[in-house]
């Protein structure tokens, strides 16, 4: 084996082990962050979201992802079912347009929506979940250097090294602070 063979040898292992490390960064994180709300959480953030305009099922999950901030995305096992059980209580009513059942709230659901809140708004409540911008912040920094390892140049990976030192290196000034 020539010098060459035996550096690109060397890369490559380096390059599989921060791989493994990366994956094991972004599982670790991602088990962390909670992805479940408290018992009626999903009725609440129903019924706020169908004030603004009426929704099929999927929008509603899109949208309580994306005003959760990435935290809470439910599964359609339950929106479905608590769809169904609005629309059985007519809080909400069910057309059908393009193929799909589109939801919006009755008078009724009117009232009861301005009686809740959105589930994603209350600090508290986030808190009390296990909610906080660091694992999502965590599982975006482990994106971002999957990427610079694939696609990055040399240089870009020098740089992105530096930047995490530094980072880490702060990090724990902030815990020694304590």
Known sequence: MTSTHRTTG?????ANAMWEAMDQIRANVEMRVNTRMGKGDVRAAILTLLVDEPMHG??????????SGGTWKPSA??????LQLLADEG??????ANDRKVYSLTEEGKEVADASHAPW???H?????GFSGLPKAGVDLAQVITHVMRSGSAKQQEQAVEVLDEARRKIYTILAND
């Open 121 to 123: 708004e209350s600090t």
């Open 91 to 96: 809080l909400v009513s069910v057309e059908t």
């Open 10 to 14: 060397t890369k490559n292992s380096a």
């Open 77 to 82: 096992g339950s929106v479905y079912p608590t």
């Open 58 to 67: 999927y929008q509603i999950i899109r949208q309580i992802e994306e005003r």
């Open 125 to 129: 409540h986030r808190e009390s979940m």
